[in-house]
């Protein structure tokens, strides 16, 4: 019973680094149509500017907090101004090649500015383990569960709520017409992209406390794309429990099959949920008449 | 007798509406029948069903007396049915020429391998096919854009381009949906033409749904008059013109406009 | 005179990976040839030649290895190759290596493969996994009696390798294997892996990851309380590994066929690289450093025996033929008439996390 | 200038081309391909060795993506399929080369079945998720099988004889990819024009429409899966070959990306810029180790600590800044060139 | 307004294009030098055969059609003093300038109220509760079908959606691109009524492509036509309507008579239009 507790609170914990992640996947595709190939990358640096402040402020989380936030925004904004704007209007597939581009700059960063070697992130008590009734989990992997719940709970709001959001799946579906309703459809990239920022940021520095920092790190994003086409490419909410759903089946099935299936058992179970709903869990259906 | 084309109370649901709603209609060779009402009557819904985009719910529709229920959708083609489409759905980065080869396809046998090598039949079918194509390019006076990719073609031109490409599939009832809707009285007239060509050189009937009355009145032998997927009447076109029901909620000719107009615009004063 | 030589230079290529974080391994190699190098052309170069390197980064994608060493034989026309990147890489870039029949080390990712049936022209200096593998397994089976094993492998050839070395234990040894598995490579999150090791109640656990994959094993451990005697296998053996895993990684086992950096030629190593190396480069010293330090200076001793009449084919009856060659980082190395490999015998260490480095075990 | 031909029957519509002039071209292209190993040394024959590799790979993932609009990411599971049936067939059963390349497109192509099915239902980036998984999939196979694949240590390949010609110099062997390479463009034109090909982009535009005008949608995506693996596979054993060694390290998935990159920088469908797609993508670490060393000797000196870097940045920096000011890519860029030469002195 | 014998003859137009030439993939030239001048508070129609270029010209108007890899070569457009080929179009919008674009061009995964709500972007949530409520009357059908999505109504509901979005906006200048495209006759008159309202009541300017001449030119003070890219023929609306070449190309009079020709009676012969020659 424990153990199945252990291998589903490792689940949750990894699961939520994929939803965070998977969320900011989804919540750019949602409002501009377009897949980010770069996110790992930008979740990856984030958490480097966030290495690079606590080993300068001696790891002050509060500062360490709000500097790489306002870091994220404003990356998050130079890279959507000076790289996607311009291409706004232009093939979808021309605007991918470009955020991979941007993936090929951005590992290339890492290294020429920091270096290839892996660090151990020490960052408040982010390391600390509490104890859960004999499990034992990381403060940081607490930390990423809740901020997922935050994440959910904050978007779930915004697309309830706001005419912005409703402004955002407009530009998505067609950012032409959205523009003749007045809506600056640069701004809502913006705000797409720096909301993006900030979560895949948050994921990416809480998963560098917990496991390590590397240039690897960036795999990340390889994991939580097919957690936002499991929940949904266009479901903000729904791609963080397809996160969640492929961090607990990995768990389990390392845990009581094979763990060279792990990164199979993923696949299957997103090409078994596709198979009944092209859509992914929570996506929506395209419209289709004649 | 077996009607070219017949649909017994067919009925379409989506969700908790009844699009169609045991709609009876049949249609012989060279015929043309239009069918009216207002939008959102189910009309494209219709021709939804009859060529095979959507099943029926119930109901029934045969062609010269083959029940369409067990033949699969891509397969109504072959069985004599073709359409164009009320939005448009073509093939938009192909040229017009390659657009209206699309429709030769069925009656094409050409395998992968024999066309990757495009040599003996799969040459001679090409030939053939283009040749047919060619004709219909012509016919439609559509030459100057042969090849250009459709996509970049003004609106009436791309229905032109559809009507081409339903023609290519050999159709023995051509479903017409809003063909005209776009075109100016002298792209009408050019059309309204083509529709009286096809009908008189192939005998193929014809389905018509328009919003143009003149149109359907001058060209059709019956019209079919819908309104909440039902049937509302059918019948000779002065007859189902002057047909209260049509004019209530269609037409809405001589009195019923001066009783809709100053309402809504009562309404709408209020509101502003 | 053979390509790559002129009358003032002696050229030299290497192909490794500079980028991403295998970037780590290739970087140290090339500090570590650079210094060989150095050190040769401080003393005057070779018969009144300097030498010097052509670097190719392929970032560990075999395509890009295999274009590099075309590039460097065919372009750059380099007299001799002191690496070809890692394990796979090597294994990939050995027909056209033979083929050109251009003298070539291996430093890295050693595999008997490469030197039996020895090719003529291939030199592979240090030991193999396998090798070194039965040899850590034998020390943990002795200082562990009756233990309980758990081991964690990569699903590539280089967990094939130590499985096989950990199989060649089992024939000499008692070896109780109690959970065993395979993980893909780049896989981060350890977590079933170790619960599952815990369930099994394991006493020593073999480590096979690289860098990232033992960081992960052994933090997972550190969370999960518990405290196998955990050995990891050299490829991982540098102090960013044990500074990024923490406190944890006090105790860990290790093995090698280089000394470590602690031990007296260790420090007599980084004494020397000062003298030569930059600032910047220093700090990226590691054990890799040692191998491409080695592997270099015996083909430059090589060379060197053939003063003025510099040809591949001197160099490499001087390789063969040479007297075994003190590197100061690892046993003498030498290679024989129909011995392409040097067989160098390897140390068990154990790691200490305060000066972040590992130390030779005393029995 | 070029103006418009007149064709006097129909079957000169259908012809692939239409001009003397043009078959000129044609011909001093082939000339100049067949002249190609005489200039360049080891690497170079190497270099365009794998332009014509990935050309043929992409035109081959061109077929599923760039007609029927099957986004796909998982292409190197093909190639890790043609370049083991390959490699198993000949260097450890002993059949000929020519069975080789046979099953090496056969083997990914029923196997593509397999992934096409579950794909059937899928549009757009969902799609990506099938095929990417398929790559993971394959990759774990190998290393499952083997008695067969030998596993994760790969199988070793020799330069393969053909009908008793050994193809065992690199400018030997570019000859033959460039011979599979102008099969492939053929084989890929024919397709284009005949009513599969037609049949493939109507699938891409509206595929509802596609199955109204009687296009079988499920037999068609698996005939574009079938036909673009097994192309595919093809190439992946020309690689294998070309490598010398197949192992499932020799097929990352960043080779998926790639041959995406070459698709979209090339210009999407056309099989022309698939080629140049390849050359261009093939050659730029070239062209940006050329820039680099244009700052001499200092660039050198950095060279162990932020070349390489550097280098991964030019090479992205490239790409985006190309399709930034040419987002149709390479044959957009081919297209206005032409415009520009039929139309001069005129604008339009 | 519609004393005026020329638009040209008004002070300042609200709307101005002069000596446009719009290019498309810098090769197709789908607009020469058109000038056409929309006064404030008149309705304009500007009429056409297919591939004319209309859609092109409001396409430049609300600066979408670099959107389509086209380009305003030479002339100027202004609206209001602004120079909107300079402008983005979200700017042009706030200024009161809207359009109801070709096609529709529905959100087609949002439902019928998403839609309307869209339209008025730019309003306050209380502005937004009264505009659909004028929305709703003129349009009843859309009332009741408010949640559905919008991709699934018929085509004349979707027609109707787009034009109630345009007006959710409370437009100055109403752009409306064949906006009787696929309606039934009697929306048709409900459309062209309210316009015809909105125009008495707010003074709102109206600049129309249409194919429906007969309608149009009804509602119409002033009439372009165009063909192949150029303004053939312009006038006042009564005007144009006793021209012989506009009653039979675009009212369907036959030559010369007062009878409405049939369709079925169309002779098989190539026309050309006399303004062309
Ligand atoms: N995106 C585009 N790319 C290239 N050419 C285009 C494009 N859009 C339109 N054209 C061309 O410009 C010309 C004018 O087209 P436009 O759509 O403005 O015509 P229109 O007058 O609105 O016709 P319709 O009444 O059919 O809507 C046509 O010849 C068309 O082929
Ligand atoms: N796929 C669908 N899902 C849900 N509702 C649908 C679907 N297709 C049609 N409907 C609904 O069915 C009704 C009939 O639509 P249909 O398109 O047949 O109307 P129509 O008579 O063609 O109208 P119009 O003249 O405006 O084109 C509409 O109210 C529409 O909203
Ligand atoms: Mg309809
Ligand atoms: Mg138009």
Redesign the pocket.
Known sequence: MTYLLELLSSGLAIGAVYGLIAMSFAIIYKSTGLLNFSQGEMSMIIAYVAWSISTGTDGNPFIVAIGSIGFAILFALAVERIAIRPMMGEPILSQIMVTIGLSVIFRALVTLLWDGLPHNMELAAGNALVDFGGIQVRVAQIAVVVMLFVAIAGMWTFFRYSRFGLAMRAVASDDGTAQLMGVKTGRVQMAAWAASAVMSGTAGVLFAIAFELSPSLYGLGLKAFPATILGGLDSVIGSAFGGLIIGVAENLVGGYISSSLKEIAGFVIIILILMIRPYGLFGEKRIERL | MTALLRLKDVTRKFGGINAVNGVSLSIEKGEIVSVIGPNGAGKTTLFNLISGFLPVTTGSISVEGRDLAQVPAHKYVQLGIGRTFQNLALFKHGTVVDNILVGRHWQMKTSVIEAALHFGRSRREEIAARERVEEIIEFLEIEHVRD?VV???????QKRVELGRALATNPKVLLLDEIVA?MNQEETEDIARFILDIREELGVAILLIEHDMHLVMDISDRVHALNFGRTITEGQPEDVRSHPGVIEAYLGSGGAEQQAGPDHAKATEAAL | AEQGITDTEILLGDVAPFTGPPGLLGIAHNVGVKLAIAEVNAAGGIAGRQVKLVSEDDGYVTSRTIQSIRKLIGVDKVFALTAMSGTGQAMASMPIVKQAGIPAMVPIGQLPAMYEPPINNVFVVGQTYTEGMRQLALYLAKTHPGAKWGVILQDDDYGKALADGLEQAQADAEINIVFETKYARGQKDFASEMLRVKAANVDVLIAGGIISENIGIVKEAEKLSITPTIAAFWPGRVPEVLKAIGPASDGLIGVDYVTPIQSEAGQAFVELAKNYLSEEEVPRINRYTMTGYASTKVLLTAIKACETDLTWACTIEKMQSNPPVETGVMAPVRFGEDNRFSNSPVTIMRADFETLSYSPVKD | MRSGYFKETVAEHINLTDSTLQRIWILIGLIFVVALPFYFGLYGISLITLMAISAIGAMGLNILTGWTGQISLGQTAFMVLGAYAYAISVESWGWPPIIGFALAGIVPAFASVLVGVPSLRLKGLYLAITTLASAFIVNQLVLEFDGLTNGASGIFVNRPTIFGYAFDTDAKLFYLVAFIGLLTVLACLNLRRSRIGRAFIAIRDNDNAARVMGIDLRAYKLYAFMASSFIVGISGALYGIFLSFVTIDGFPLLLAIEALAILIVGGMGSIAGAILGAIFLVGLPEITSAIFGMFGETAKQFLSTGAHEIKGLLYGLVIILFLRLQPHGLMGLWQDAKRAWTLWPLRY | MSQLSTQSDLVAPFLEIKNAQII??NA?E?VRDVSLSVAEGTVVALL??????????LKAVTGTLHL???DLEKGSIHFAGRDLARSKTDAIVRDGLVLVP?GRKLFANMTVEENLTMGAHLKSASELRRLKQTVFELFPKLKERRSQTAGYLSGGEQQMVAVGRALMAEPRLLVL??PSLGLAPLIIDAIYETIALMRRELNMTVFL?E?NATQAMNLADYVYI?EN?RIVLDGPAEKMRTNLDVQEYYLGFSSGGEERKSFRDIKHYKRRKRWLS
Do not use: R
């Open positions: 250009k996509g970049t073609l003004s609106y009436g031109q776009g | 498309y993939d197709i789908a056409g055969s297919n591939g004319a270029g209309k859609s092109t010209l389509e890899d086209g070709e691109d064949e492509v194919q165009m890219g």
